[in-house]
């Protein structure tokens, strides 16, 4: 049996190794790392934005096509992100604005995409979320976003806002709700209204 | 198993080892087979089969992690206290393992995201820790990388073959290249889900055990 005084030492040599080369490991990949990580929230915002890329693009690829097309803007309190197309496309101008709340299980965040005019939504986006899956998580799946597309976030009478519910009619600023979410839905929607308060003040 | 040390240094003409390396590769690869036979580190080969490309990096993670904890562990095997064996042992492979999800995440990032959680959990993967225990502790280390590639390669092969069926029937693709025409295949999704894991892994390790035949002195 080796003494204490041993084990000590093998552990504390075994384990400083082990630390060091970590280290050194998660120092050397840092900037791919980050590289990665911001092409996937570029990637969310050019789909909101509808900027056309290759599906197949590589991270360095999609941070070149954001810093090409998208400008980020401070209109008083809000950050927009805004898309120029270049003249000879048929795509027309897009803006996004961040929201985020908290959802049932843990904080939403997403992107909402609205057109020139800056009332009609052209897109929306969540890039975190830890709702139900099945339930609350379907606010991520394509039937529930797509619906905003088209939507006003103005009422007819011209007071901001956007409803997500399952009750009767239909009005330019109302989606259906997700079943069985009434939560998920109920808290999304105060989060969106609450960009959408800050876009039409700032407007 | 002291008596059955062999050094490597005195390397028969019959082979690696004196044909023992033969023999763990055999018996890691396929008698003793981790997946199919011991039925250890399921939960993953569950998890992460639904699609082929998966599978395969799941299985090329697990090699990679088996047989650099085995080298190590087998390296250190005269030098680690005995009491905190455990311990080191775990150190050792979670280095191995966080060394893999880095690299994964630096260079093959949507990997990485589809495996999720999975890359992390090869550390409490029992095949990895039971080889260093069972294996690597006591023999030599250019065997102890026998071993560690022979479970690893047990390991992936099924992973590969579930791999390769769920996302056949499931998708009705390889590698997300259309095999099966949706003119007169309907992808049956059952297999993407957890239940075509289970029943995927099920009749496999029937059919390896149905060849196998069964353990010497087991009753039939």
Same mark, same amino acid.
């Not at chain 1, 630390?19 to 980050?34: D, M, N, Q, R």
């Not at chain 2, 250190?76 to 042992?89: D, F, G, N, S, W």
């Given at each position: 049996?080796?003494?204490?005084?041993?084990?000590?030492?093998?552990?504390?040599?075994?384990?400083?190794?082990?630390?060091?080369?970590?280290?050194?490991?998660a120092?050397?990949?840092?900037?791919?790392?980050?590289?990665?990580?911001?092409?996937?929230?570029?990637?969310?915002?050019?789909?909101?934005?509808?900027?056309?890329?290759?599906?197949?693009?590589?991270?360095?690829?999609?941070?070149?096509?954001?810093?090409?097309?998208?400008?980020?803007?401070?209109?008083?309190?809000?950050?927009?992100?805004?898309?120029?197309?270049?003249?000879?496309?048929?795509s027309?101008?897009?803006?996004?604005?961040?929201?985020?709340?908290?959802?049932?299980?843990?904080?939403?965040?997403?992107?909402?995409a609205?057109?020139?005019?800056?009332?009609? &939504?052209? +897109?929306? /986006?969540?890039?975190?979320?830890?709702?139900?899956?099945? =339930?609350?998580?379907e *606010?991520? $799946?394509?039937?529930?976003?797509?619906?905003?597309?088209?939507?006003?976030?103005?009422?007819?009478?011209?007071?901001?806002?956007?409803?997500?519910?399952?009750?009767?009619?239909?009005?330019?600023?109302?989606?259906?709700? &997700?079943? +069985?979410? /009434?939560?998920?839905?109920?808290k999304?929607?105060?989060? =969106?209204?609450?960009? *959408?308060k $800050?876009?039409?003040?700032?407007? | 198993?002291?008596?059955k040390?062999?050094a490597?240094?005195?390397?028969?003409?019959?082979?690696?080892?004196?044909?023992?390396?033969?023999?763990?590769?055999?018996?890691?690869?396929?008698?003793?087979?981790?997946?199919?036979?011991?039925?250890?580190?399921?939960?993953?080969a569950?998890?992460?089969?639904n699609?082929?490309?998966?599978?395969?990096?799941?299985?090329?993670?697990?090699?990679?992690?088996?047989?650099?904890?085995n080298?190590?562990?087998?390296?250190?095997?005269?030098?680690?206290p005995?009491?905190?064996?455990?311990?080191?042992?775990?150190?050792?492979?979670?280095?191995?393992?966080?060394l893999?999800?880095?690299?994964?995440?630096?260079?093959y990032?949507?990997?990485?995201?589809?495996?999720?959680?999975?890359?992390?959990?090869i550390i409490?993967?029992?095949?990895?820790?039971?080889?260093?225990?069972?294996?690597a502790?006591?023999?030599?280390?250019v065997?102890?990388?026998?071993?560690g590639?022979?479970?690893?390669?047990?390991?992936?092969?099924?992973?590969?073959?579930?791999?390769?069926?769920?996302?056949?029937?499931?998708?009705?693709?390889?590698?997300?290249?259309?095999?099966?025409?949706?003119?007169?295949?309907?992808?049956?999704?059952?297999?993407?889900?957890?239940?075509?894991?289970?029943?995927?892994?099920?009749?496999?390790?029937?059919?390896?055990?149905?060849?196998?035949?069964?353990?010497?002195g087991?009753?039939?």
């Amino acid at each position: 049996m080796k003494g204490n005084v041993y084990t000590l030492c093998y552990t504390g040599v075994l384990g400083t190794v082990c630390a060091l080369l970590l280290t050194a490991v998660a120092k050397i990949t840092e900037p791919y790392k980050e590289a990665n990580a911001q092409a996937e929230r570029n990637h969310n915002i050019l789909n909101v934005l509808q900027v056309p890329y290759p599906s197949k693009a590589s991270s360095q690829q999609l941070v070149k096509i954001f810093e090409d097309n998208v400008r980020l803007e401070q209109l008083g309190k809000l950050k927009i992100y805004r898309y120029i197309p270049p003249k000879d496309s048929d795509s027309s101008e897009t803006l996004a604005v961040g929201f985020e709340g908290p959802g049932l299980w843990g904080p939403v965040k997403g992107f909402l995409a609205l057109g020139k005019d800056m009332k009609t &939504i052209v +897109g929306i /986006t969540f890039y975190e979320q830890e709702e139900t899956p099945g =339930l609350g998580g379907e *606010i991520v $799946s394509s039937w529930f976003r797509e619906q905003f597309v088209g939507k006003s976030i103005v009422d007819e009478a011209g007071n901001p806002g956007i409803i997500i519910s399952n009750s009767e009619g239909s009005a330019p600023n109302k989606v259906d709700a &997700i079943s +069985g979410a /009434t939560m998920t839905c109920n808290k999304v929607q105060a989060m =969106l209204n609450e960009a *959408i308060k $800050s876009i039409v003040e700032e407007k | 198993m002291a008596d059955k040390q062999l050094a490597c240094m005195t390397c028969q003409p019959k082979g690696l080892c004196g044909g023992r390396g033969l023999l763990t590769l055999k018996e890691g690869a396929w008698a003793n087979n981790p997946l199919a036979i011991q039925v250890l580190g399921i939960c993953s080969a569950l998890a992460v089969t639904n699609r082929l490309e998966n599978s395969l990096v799941m299985g090329g993670a697990l090699i990679f992690v088996c047989v650099g904890s085995n080298l190590l562990v087998s390296l250190l095997r005269k030098r680690t206290p005995h009491r905190i064996r455990m311990i080191a042992e775990v150190a050792i492979i979670a280095t191995f393992v966080i060394l893999f999800d880095q690299f994964l995440r630096a260079f093959y990032w949507d990997m990485s995201k589809q495996l999720g959680p999975y890359v992390g959990l090869i550390i409490t993967n029992c095949i990895v820790m039971g080889r260093a225990e069972a294996f690597a502790l006591q023999n030599p280390p250019v065997l102890s990388i026998v071993d560690g590639v022979a479970n690893g390669l047990g390991y992936a092969v099924i992973l590969a073959i579930i791999g390769f069926f769920r996302e056949l029937l499931g998708t009705g693709e390889i590698f997300e290249y259309k095999v099966l025409s949706g003119q007169w295949y309907t992808p049956n999704q059952l297999m993407i889900l957890a239940p075509g894991a289970f029943f995927a892994l099920g009749i496999l390790i029937g059919i390896f055990n149905a060849v196998k035949g069964p353990e010497p002195g087991e009753k039939k």
